[in-house]
């Protein structure tokens, strides 16, 4: 995840920083206007570090996304539902039908959490 502020948003940041480094990424979601911003984006784990390098300047501040998607056990009665509506393959059953969540796939959009019926699922904000 990268914000911009004020400052960051006057810059091509994330062209830059793909032409320095010469890792590739992919922007799974972004929001940005004049004032600032936020852009989520996808790097294999073995480019993370590089590229992270060559993003860090003025008006930037990044994190790494790991585990947005937090899961109550306890409330999640296994129905599949939110397998059906995540895009991002966040969620599958295993060999026990018994949900596993990959939160690293998580682009944040918040429908899974919206319509779990057991409100089992929260999002980072
Ligand atoms: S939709 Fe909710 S209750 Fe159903 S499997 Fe997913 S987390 Fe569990
Ligand atoms: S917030 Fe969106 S991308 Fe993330 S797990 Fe839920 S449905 Fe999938």
């Known amino acids: 995840m990268v914000e911009f502020d004020a400052i960051g ?5 994330i062209a830059a920083a793909i032409l320095k480094s010469g890792v590739l990424v992919n922007v799974d979601r972004a929001q940005i206007d004049g004032d600032e911003g936020w852009a989520l984006l996808d790097v294999a784990n073995a480019d993370t570090e590089k590229f992270i390098a ?3 300047g003025k008006g930037v501040s990044i994190r790494i996304q790991k585990d947005a ?6 409330k999640c009665v296994d129905c599949g539902l939110c397998i059906s509506i ?21 682009v944040l959009c918040g429908r899974c959490a919206m319509y779990c019926p057991h409100r089992a699922l929260s999002i980072e904000k």
Do not use: G, I, M, Y
């Open 9 to 13: 948003v006057q810059s091509p940041n």
């Open 86 to 106: 995540c895009q991002k393959k966040v969620f599958s059953f295993d060999e026990n039908w018994q949900l596993v969540v990959n939160s690293e796939r998580c």
């Open 54 to 56: 060559a993003l860090t």
């Open 69 to 74: 998607v937090t899961h109550n056990r306890t």
